[in-house]
């Protein structure tokens, strides 16, 4: 269905020097932000902020050069990244395909107009934004369905719990990155990496610090064994999950003789 859409929605047209200029500069800065994700605990689902820029990049210069930039974009990090198998590559395509195109039409659909950003129609903005990241859960959610067996609600539920901060965020900088756009195109892109690319580090440092607080906490000092608080809190996440699944449980507990002694 994403392919489909982009098919639809594609147009082969050359671009002016300046506008090739204008998409090696979008495309460059998506495959950078591609390589410095970041992961929020307590899961550690990696995140992007190439969406602030897609979503920059329809507001302000419209639905193809956004799907010209994807479509580059894709085939170098195919070309470069060919450890991760292929059909992995073509379903983040297609996702991104439909995110972009369905913000797109929300967005005109809505009244707004491909340019300098308008405050009198924030709420287009706002209805764009909400559609990308409306295709972009369920469409996931969709796949880890698949992928793990569980269900879509529950799915959809873990991810929009642990994400919807960071990517509610990471959206909103698309406003200001169209604002710069309208004056400072380059200086504002070149600005946007930088503050992405220390967000990310410090959401690394975050995430491992997360990581080793949260592993003293589960473990014996003495024996570097699973303590007790980790025991109740894997429990309770396989009840639910066999709740959830309607899958049977079993629990088995032994007792070892004289293990105080050890």
């Known amino acids: 269905m994403g392919i489909l859409v982009f098919m639809l929605n594609s147009q082969i047209q050359l671009p002016s ?3 090739w200029v204008l998409l090696f500069s979008l495309t460059g800065s998506i495959l950078l932000l591609n390589q410095v994700l970041f992961r929020l605990p307590p899961e550690g689902n ?21 799907l010209n930039v994807l479509l580059i974009s894709s085939v170098i990090y195919i070309l470069y ?33 491909t340019g300098p950003m ?36 529950q799915v959809i539920h873990g991810f929009v719990k642990e994400t919807i901060t960071a990517y509610i965020s990471t959206l909103l900088l698309s406003l200001m990155l169209t604002m ?7 200086f504002g892109l070149f600005l946007f990496l930088i503050i992405a690319v ?12 997360y990581q080793e607080v949260s592993d003293k906490a589960a473990r014996d000092p003495r024996t ?14 396989e009840l639910a999950q066999a709740k959830a699944s309607g899958s049977p449980l ?13």
């Not at 570097?224 to 996440?237: I, R, S, V």
């Open 198 to 209: 220390l967000l990310s580090v410090s959401f690394k440092q975050l995430f491992r610090l």
């Open 81 to 113: 990244q060919r450890r991760i198998v292929w059909w992995k590559h073509i379903i983040n395509f297609a996702v991104y395909a439909l995110m972009i195109v369905s913000a797109h039409y929300v967005f005109v659909q809505t009244g707004g107009h």
């Open 17 to 19: 020097t300046s506008g």
């Open 46 to 66: 990696a995140q992007s902020m190439d969406s602030a820029l897609y979503l920059a990049c329809i507001f302000t210069f419209g639905l193809q050069l956004s």
């Open 180 to 186: 710069m756009f309208e004056t400072h195109f380059y």
């Open 224 to 237: 570097n064994l699973f303590n007790h608080g980790y025991f109740e809190e894997l429990l309770e996440k």
């Open 250 to 262: 079993s629990l088995v507990i032994l007792d070892v003789d004289s293990f105080k002694k050890i």
């Open 118 to 153: 308008e405050p009198t129609a924030l709420y287009s903005y706002l209805l764009a934004m909400t559609a990308y990241f409306t295709v972009n859960v369920i469409a996931l959610g969709i796949y880890f369905m698949l992928l793990i067996k569980k269900s879509l609600f």
